[in-house]
């Protein structure tokens, strides 16, 4: 055991607790951070693909209460009888369609016989940089739209909605604080128009049906945490190697030394040297 003392001294605590810590944050924390991210990702992909030859349905099939939401049939095609509520129209900002920026623009649809839910009507480039332009408003009276069920986001931390050029305007397409902000109530899921539809504006495209490299991260996380411990094992077994190496080198030296004579310690340049190799 004497041998192994070393192993409590500081730098050895602290190179066991550094490679525990990371260990432990590769299978807990980075692994299943990718692997989430690629079964959300792979979730999404296969409920576009399945939209992409499904009929429409009635909205009331998915969303038949006000409190619904209908997170198992996103990217499904809906369609809806009622009329907007432009008056509550709200600005998404900061949004990105097509690698340009853009607002979305969102408008509360109260459905025959059914819930009220927000409606994305598209998208619109802004002005002088980053100004509202004018938009066209929602049709008025009754009108049938054909959508996608979407998942709301969630709410931007930090980012708080404000009221500016004649709009209120968020950071988020979440229902629960649209609602909030306009006194009116809506369904969990929200609508995307799909192109053609009764007061669309620029259509949003569908995501594209990329896996994405999330699946190889999270294996990389995992592989990293298990090398981790081996690393140090490692270390910990040469340095046994090396340490017994020089103690038969010393006891061989003072084999050959005179009774009496000094034994002469290794340097350490030649300590490196016996671990690392010498120069050539």
């Not at 500016?164 to 968020?170: I, L, R, S, T």
């Not at 490299?213 to 270390?235: D, E, K, M, N």
Request: proline share 10%.
């Amino acid at each position: 055991m004497r041998r192994l003392g070393f192993l409590l001294r500081p730098q050895w605590l602290a190179l066991f607790v550094v490679a525990a810590a990371f260990a432990y944050l590769c299978f807990t924390v980075l692994a299943p951070w990718q692997l989430g991210k690629n079964t959300r990702t792979s979730r999404e992909n296969a409920q576009i693909s399945r939209s992409l030859d499904a009929e429409p349905v009635q909205l009331t099939k998915v969303l038949p209460h006000q409190d619904s939401a209908a997170p198992t049939e996103q990217w499904q095609r809906v369609t809806a009888t009622g009329r907007y509520l432009p008056d509550r129209q709200v600005l998404a900002r900061l949004r990105v369609v097509d690698g340009d920026p853009a607002f979305e623009v969102l408008v509360p649809f109260a459905v025959d016989g059914g819930p009220t839910v927000l409606v994305d009507r598209g998208y619109v480039r802004p002005v002088q940089a980053s100004k509202v332009p004018p938009i066209d408003p929602a049709p008025a009276g009754t009108v049938t739209i054909t959508a996608r069920l979407r998942d709301p986001e969630p709410v931007a931390e930090g980012k708080e909605p404000f009221r500016a050029e004649g709009a209120q305007q968020v950071y988020s397409i979440n229902p629960g604080q649209i609602s909030a902000l306009t006194g009116v109530p809506l369904a969990g899921s929200y609508l995307q128009l799909v192109d053609g539809q009764p007061g669309g504006l620029g259509t949003i495209p569908l995501p594209h049906l990329d896996a994405g490299p999330f699946l190889s991260y999270g294996i990389q996380w995992i592989a990293f945490g298990i090398l981790a411990p081996i690393g140090v094992g490692y270390f910990v077994y040469s340095e046994i190697r090396v340490r017994r190496r020089e103690k038969a080198a010393a006891d061989a030296s003072a084999a050959r030394t005179s009774p009496g004579e000094p034994v002469v310690p290794l340097t350490a340049e030649e300590k490196l040297a016996d671990r690392y190799g010498r120069r050539r």
